[in-house]
């Protein structure tokens, strides 16, 4: 399985920004790449999605207009800017890698990709 870092976390206030890199152990050319978070006592949720051809993306209602997702295959890395951020928005963010959901409607399902790292800390205070 290809090995993800995720870096970039931290604690700001309401409205302030963050933004959030994921590094891979090997190159990412051929892989949907994600980021997911999860916060205390909730279940993992999809955030962002980015294709691995055209570069198409996915966001969650949650973020729409706030969070960009981008990729830079050459560096073997997935990017996501958090803008106007939001308490609601507080969790470990994860990075995921390699989709192998049954169905594109599944692509910010966590139960469809293969490859994980161990997250990163974002709170968001008021």
């Known amino acids: 399985q290809v090995q993800l870092v995720e870096s970039g976390g931290g604690s700001v206030q309401a409205g302030g920004s963050l933004r959030l890199s994921c590094q891979a152990s090997e190159s990412t050319s051929y892989y949907r790449m994600a980021w997911f978070r999860q916060a205390p006592e909730k279940e993992r949720e999809g955030v962002a999605s980015?294709?691995?051809?055209?570069?198409?993306?996915q966001y969650s209602d949650s973020v729409m207009g706030r969070f960009t997702i981008s990729r830079d295959d050459a560096k073997n890395t997935v990017t996501l800017q958090m803008n106007n951020l939001k308490p609601g928005d507080t969790g470990m963010y994860y990075c995921?890698?390699?989709?192998?959901?049954?169905?594109?409607?599944?692509?910010?399902?966590?139960?469809?990709?293969?490859?994980w790292g161990q997250g990163t800390q974002v709170t968001v205070s008021p």
């Open positions: 995921a890698a390699d989709f192998r959901g049954w169905t594109y409607s599944d692509v910010l399902t966590p139960a469809g990709y293969k490859s």
């Open positions: 980015i294709a691995s051809v055209g570069r198409r993306t």
